[in-house]
Nanobody
């Protein structure tokens, strides 16, 4: 079993930055694929960014390209999401997720992930 804990959310003005962290504990493995998703009120959960098990592939949703950066520190079992130039439409609860499968590509469907964190709220004011 793997436990994921997100942190770093908060309230920020448009144009500001936040860095989210996702720390893994329990039966952790640096070879897990990791993903970030978000869910805004009244909307479905959507893919934001992800990294495959090896770290050789990273992908982003088109809406965050050039603004968000995913990184990984295997020694700390932590994944980060640096979010710059935030917009009000980025407001959502952000979740990290872990996938045990080994793939060459980034997994983008939430139903394919095995473990989820509790989420952290990001609110961007205009």
């Amino acid at each position: 079993q793997v436990q994921l804990v997100e942190s770093g959310g908060g309230l920020v003005q448009a144009g500001g930055s936040l860095r989210l962290s996702c720390a893994a504990s329990g039966r952790t493995s640096s070879t897990y694929a990791m993903g970030w998703f978000r869910q805004a009120p009244g909307k479905e959960r959507e893919f934001v960014s992800g990294i495959n098990w090896s770290g050789g592939s990273i992908d982003y949703a088109e809406s965050v390209w050039g603004r968000f950066t995913l990184s990984r520190d295997n020694a700390k079992n932590t994944v980060y999401l640096q979010m710059n130039n935030l917009k009000p439409e980025d407001t959502a609860v952000y979740y990290c997720a872990a996938d045990r499968r080994i793939t060459l590509y980034v997994v983008k469907h939430d139903y394919e992930y095995d473990y989820w964190g509790q989420g952290t709220q990001v609110t961007v004011s205009s």
